[in-house]
């Protein structure tokens, strides 16, 4: 009867040796197999909070894992693998289990991209951020001060705030998190640009830096004349000149603006009118990049005083009224 018991006892112990050797041998193969994912890779969405259980549940539903007990183990032995985070990830062919728990536990999801550009105004990069589906809308439908409101900053004007650049982000993201750091570079870009500024600039403060920096962008057509657009200001502010550049005009008139500016237009007084205002407008005109600010930071040490288009994006920069009333002339009335 012991014999029986022991023989029994034996071929028991032989059984799940051999079962455990099988689980095993499975268990390895499953480590180095890849999941069965299209050619071209796909992309998996892993919600907030979802378990490695889930996961794997997840994975044997849509047929990329054949037995998902297999990826729970590999949990119980290694337990960081089980600190998965949320996003959107692209899962490129062969990838095996591990590798895509390594991808997961560091969170390396997609990124995505929005572009503000350089000399657009605050409705423009609204618009873009309005229209990009992978972000998260939480500022449909309100106001600009309620945006800066929601912003932290609700006495501010929006215009020129935020830092024209291309940003990245995961899906999800939100367009209040997007605009909050765009307006984080501002402020950062703006606070250097000050901080090595040239002396003797008739600026008061970074706001102001601000407002002629949005105006030299709005103004230059090629890169290599921003400083020489910037000096044009500079001196214009120095010698209580009105600025008169037109870019403000078309700011102050709004939706009303149809391509052209006519006479009536450049008298009539606006806040941004700069025909008619002295100094500064009150607020920037569109948002200015880096090399915008620099240049007024370090604008060129020239004596033009005037500066017309010839009409290729190219200025003709005059010291005098005769020579810029002959410029108009040549380049703006054809004589």
Known sequence: MIRLLLKAALAVILLGGILAALIWHQYQQFLSQPLKTPEQGMTLSIPQGMSLRALGQKLQQEGMLQDERLLRLYGRLHP???????G??????????VALLDLLVAGKTVSHSITLVEGWSFAQMMQAIEGHAQLRHELQGLTDAQIMSRLGHPEEHPEGRFFPDTYLFPKGFSDLDLLRRAYAAMEDQLAAAWKERDEGLPLKTPYEM???????EK???LAGERDRIAGVFIRRLNKGMKLQTDPTVIYGMGASYNGNIRRRDLRKATPYNTYVIPGLPPTPICMPGREALLSVAHPADEKALYFVAKGDGSHQFSATLKQHNAAVRKYQLKK
Do not use: D, F, M, Q
């Open 80 to 86: 960081e693998a089980t600190r998965i985070k949320a």
């Open 88 to 97: 959107e990830y692209h899962l490129a062919a062969g990838l095996t289990p």
């Open 210 to 216: 601000l407002i002629l920096a949005s105006i030299v």
């Open 219 to 221: 103004e230059t057509g």
